[in-house]
């Protein structure tokens, strides 16, 4: 039996989470594990190649290293492990903008009203930056950027899961509302040859979308239509199944009832509404939902349980059907016209 850590020891280390995170925006801002692609090599060729300081470098990675991101060998040298393999760009499930995005300033700015916010009810994201967080976004077109990406970055184990959970084949139009840059639709669509996709978001994630490999790609550009608008007026028309991913937990109850009426006011008369997120279970095992939640709090959003998706529906003139798990920690909360 492995001995039980004291809980002094393991709540000291809870304590300190922040610096490990501290710790990988730094490793993902000067790219290092792309500069171990190729192999291992000394602090000093990391450092010139970084354009930073060799011994504060070596100190940042040595206590990477310590929990298994990175690791030191002889001469000062340190190799990609399993986990900093993962902080490369361009490669498949990479981690690298999520890394960004997480620890930004703008993101820790806001998680620094969080006792604010348990405290007013205020949103604390809107007592740090004065206006909601797509809005600050669209204000900040490099931060809305990264944020594009890193939602790309975090759907690459989460897509092929959602896919694979779900039936699409008997659906003609799926619309993915919010659909960001389209690595979720262009998944569905290349696994199922017959259907037709419409991405819709705000105009300039549309535009950055058309940039994107993913909608553009050969076989899944001549099925796939870019619309543009907010979903709190309409969204587009005659489709017989409206999924959206990460979308209504950014959202009060208000705002997600608002979403989900257009989509029911938009969808053919047998169409049904795919809503993929995570679905709080009861108890006290470790839950990404969990945590993700207080992301939610800190912009004004929630994750919810099953009952309060179903009340959530209720309101919408919508009932929920059923929930189907994927592989991942997101579920797909079916619903049809009440
Ligand atoms: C958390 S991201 C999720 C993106 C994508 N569904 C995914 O899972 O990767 C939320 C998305 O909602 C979009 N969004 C925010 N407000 C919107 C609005 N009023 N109308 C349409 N899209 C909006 C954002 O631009 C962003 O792409």
């Known amino acids: 039996m492995p001995k039980q850590r004291p809980p002094r020891d393991v709540m000291v280390d809870l304590t300190i989470g922040h610096w ?37 470098l070596y100190r940042v990675l040595r206590a990477l290293a310590s929990v298994g991101i990175f690791a030191e060998t002889k001469g000062r040298r340190f190799k990609l492990t399993p986990l900093a393999a993962t902080l490369q760009t361009g490669i498949q499930g990479s981690l690298h903008a999520w ?44 931060d809305l950027a990264v944020f594009g990406e890193s939602m790309t970055s975090l759907s690459g184990t989460e897509n092929p899961a959602i896919a694979s959970a779900y039936n699409f084949s008997k659906i003609e139009t799926l619309v993915d509302v919010g659909g960001g840059h389209g690595s979720l639709l262009a998944t569905i669509l290349r696994a199922n040859p017959n259907l037709h996709g419409v991405l819709f ?12 490999h993913y909608v553009t790609a050969a076989g899944i550009s001549e099925r796939c239509t870019l619309k543009a608008g ?9 489709g017989d199944a409206y999924i959206m991913k990460y979308i209504l937990h950014d959202w009060n109850d208000e705002q997600a009832v608002n979403i989900l009426r257009n989509c029911r006011a ?57 929930i189907v798990p994927t592989a991942c920690a997101l579920s797909i909360v079916e619903a049809v016209r009440a």
């Open 266 to 322: 938009a969808m053919t008369e047998k169409g049904r509404i795919l809503i993929v997120d995570n679905v709080i279970p009861p108890g006290n095992d470790r839950s990404w939902g969990k945590l993700v939640d207080i992301q939610m709090l800190v912009i004004g959003g929630r994750e919810r349980t099953k009952k309060e998706f179903a009340a959530m529906l209720v309101e919408a003139g919508l009932k929920l059907r059923r």
């Open 99 to 142: 890394t960004l995005m997480i620890n930004e300033k703008y993101v820790w700015d806001s998680w620094e009203e969080l006792l604010h916010g348990v405290k007013t009810r205020e949103i604390p994201f809107v007592k740090a930056h004065g206006v909601m967080p797509f809005e600050y976004l669209e204000r900040h077109p490099e």
């Open 201 to 212: 978001d705000q105009a300039s994630v549309i535009a950055r979308a058309q940039q994107d």
């Open 20 to 56: 490990i995170a501290r710790l990988t925006y730094v490793a993902a801002k000067l790219k290092l594990a792309d500069l171990l692609k190729d192999g291992p090599r000394t602090v000093e060729q990391l450092a010139t190649a970084a354009s930073v300081q060799a011994p504060a």
């Open 230 to 238: 907010s979903f709190f007026e309409e969204v587009p028309a005659g």
